[in-house]
């Protein structure tokens, strides 16, 4: 650390780097037909990266260095790739990327709109190593689309068209525009920090503390909050974290607060930036196996200056419940200087780490020139001395919580390491406030919308509601194997009712309208008797009514009223003439329910066997 004319030299935390054994956004999970038989991938062998060029802009890049750098492709599946034809309709596309000494692959898409019950998938075709299934709920307005990354010089594509949805329109609903190619970096200059190729997961210094030891038992709240930023740029690809923070509207608007220098001088894609949830270890001890990765994908620039180093961002999507995440509270109180500190952290990209120290918390009087030739002013940022845990470079733009638990800065670098002084300094939150001249320079218009001179604001969680009820007959017996799906903006779910019939989903989303559907499948002449067809013949020559309840599992295809055609029907499944019938499926008296949750909601549906016109089919066959 060396101290001039008043000004301080530091590095800034931030490199451009690759990811390895990631997930990207939602995924509906599943396995390839290429995994589970021999495919029929066609091979695309491209020349790669031209490292001379990459190694003279490597040395141009006086800020920071890379590990990934572009290639721009333009691949149509309507012209490239191989198409087949599964035995129950389906069409499948197939395609494998070869890139010469690429260590690993990311794939940009555009005009990504993919059909209902449609499947995307990349995967190595050796290890095995897979991403996806990706669906219709990747679709942005915008049609950007990244997958990424699959480990090594080999990417087999396959894209699934379900029978209902294959048709010439929507065999190619995307283009492939860009690859991310991680290289071999050894002719780069060692700076500061010992830059390598990293994947990110089990790359963090030892002397890093995993949030779940016992330093993190305090803050298992507020680690919910603190989420892996994997930015993606024109130039190439890095980390930085950043955390949920409160508005005084408290209405869980998605804002991530993160630090500008993850964004500054280069040429953000920020349709593409990922956002990794609840990364971390289940205990203490490091780990073998990556933790699931629970990503969304898109977010849109609201603010940041580079003074105190703040940026703001807002996610394009909403946050799914299930991810159950936390936002931070702040206090932008000028006088106010931290008596103890807490970081949360992913360093190099890695599972959640945490720093603290109970050491004196100074607002540091001097500049400081970074060695991105930046120069923040005096007064700007906190001066903090580690004493557990350290920071690296991934870590840039993680919440300082001070002593309440509330954040009062976000991490802009420092000199630190294991073994070493760790001297951290923090742009202030109270300064990231208002001391911007436009709302884009500033945090006021966007987390104190409605203007209320608030200089503090608690944490903040979505308010949760409960869903349950019981599927039965009209007999009152409860049916076994229901799957009850609830869809809404923040949820896609399905539970399965139990040996009585109830069904429970514990944790919706308060004040959020989801759609309820249940549906059952079984075996056709379950509950189908002598008695059925008597009763359905007897209703149709008007010798004995049906009641309501009755007519309504006569009425076998749903045509609104009991006819010959659906005596024949069950005479044919009866017979064993036709027993695939459709008499297998269960018909709900309701369907596609619309609900807006509001507290703990019971919801019971009655239910029919197709064609049990006297009730008796077993409710768990």
């Known amino acids: ?111 990504f709109n993919l059909p209902a019950g449609a499947k995307l998938f990349g995967y190595h075709p050796d290890t095995k190593e897979k991403l996806g299934a ?94 892996r930023m ?72 609201r603010s940041g200056r580079e003074q105190t180093d703040f940026l703001l961002l807002e996610l394009e999507d909403i946050i799914p419940q299930f991810y159950n995440v936390y936002f931070h509270g702040w206090d932008r109180d000028e006088t106010a200087i931290p008596t103890s500190m807490t970081g949360i952290h992913h360093p190099r990209g890695d599972v959640k780490k945490i720093s603290t120290s109970d050491q004196p918390i100074t607002i540091f009087n001097n500049s400081i020139i970074w060695s991105n030739s930046v120069t923040t002013p005096p007064n700007h940022h906190f001066r903090v001395f580690l004493e557990e845990g350290t920071i690296e470079d991934g870590s840039s733009g993680s919440p300082l919580f001070n002593e309440n638990g509330l954040i009062v800065g976000q991490l802009h670098g420092g000199n630190a390491g294991c073994g070493t002084s760790n001297t951290t300094y ?24 409605n203007n209320t001179g608030q200089t503090t604001i608690g944490n903040f969680e979505y308010p949760t509601a409960s869903l349950s009820g019981n599927v039965r007959m009209p007999n009152g017996t409860g049916v076994q194997f229901v799957k009850v799906a609830a869809t809404g903006p923040s949820i896609v779910d399905t539970v399965e009712t139990d040996a009585n019939g109830n069904y429970t989903f514990s944790n919706l989303r308060d004040n959020e309208s989801i759609v309820l559907n249940f549906s059952r499948e079984g075996r056709a002449t379950n509950g189908l008797t002598v008695f059925d067809f008597v009763a359905v013949r007897k209703d149709l020559l008007v010798i004995e009514t049906l009641t309501p309840d009755q007519k309504f599992a006569a009425d076998v295809n749903e045509s609104g009223n009991i006819t010959i055609g659906d005596y024949i029907d069950l005479l044919k499944v009866f017979l064993i003439i036709d027993p695939d019938f459709e008499l297998g499926t269960w ?19 009655s239910v029919v066997k197709r064609g049990d016109v006297n009730f008796n089919a077993n409710p768990a066959e």
């Not at 080999?154 to 290289?183: D, G, M, Q, W």
């Not at 923070?245 to 500008?260: A, K, R």
């Not at 018909?587 to 549906?605: A, Y």
């Open 426 to 449: 923090y742009g202030r939150f109270s300064l990231s406030w208002d001391t911007g001249n436009t709302p884009d320079t500033r945090l006021s218009d966007w987390l104190d919308p």
């Open 587 to 605: 018909r709900f008296f309701e369907n596609n329910i619309p609900l807006m949750m509001n507290g703990d909601i019971v919801r019971d549906v």
């Open 230 to 301: 994997l930015r993606v740029f024109e130039e190439g690809i890095g980390w930085c974290t950043g955390s949920l923070i409160n508005n005084t509207n408290q209405d869980g608007t998605p804002y991530i607060l993160s630090g500008f220098h993850c964004i500054a001088g280069f040429t953000p894609i920020l349709n593409l930036w990922r956002f990794d949830f609840n990364y971390e270890f289940s205990g203490c001890s490091n780990e073998s196996v990556e933790p699931e990765v629970f990503s969304l994908q898109g977010c849109q620039y």
């Open 134 to 227: 990706y669906t219709e709920r990747n679709n942005k307005p915008h049609g950007e689309f990244m997958l990424g990354m699959i480990t090594g010089r080999i990417l087999r594509l396959e894209y699934l068209v379900p029978v209902a949805s294959v048709s010439p329109r929507l065999k190619t609903p995307f283009k492939i525009k860009k690859l991310y190619v991680a290289y071999n970096t050894d002719h780069m200059v060692p700076s500061d920090y010992e830059f390598k190729t990293y994947d990110g997961f089990g790359d963090a210094m030892d002397c890093n503390i995993n949030i779940n030891c016992s330093e993190g038992n305090a803050w298992q709240d507020h680690k919910r909050g603190v989420v």
């Open 1 to 111: 650390m060396i101290l001039r004319f008043q000004t301080l030299c530091l590095l800034v935390i931030f490199s451009l780097v690759f990811a390895y054994n990631t997930q990207a956004q939602i995924n509906q999970g599943g396995i390839p037909v290429g995994i589970q038989q021999t495919s029929n991938a066609s091979v695309k062998t491209i020349r790669g990266l031209d490292m001379g060029k990459v190694i003279k802009e490597d040395q141009a890049m006086t800020e920071t260095v890379r590990f990934a750098a572009p290639l721009n492709l333009s691949i149509d599946p309507a012209t490239e790739g191989t198409w087949t034809s599964l035995p129950n309709g389906d069409q499948v596309w197939e395609l494998e990327l070869r890139v010469a000494n690429a260590l690993g692959l990311f794939v940009v898409f555009e005009n």
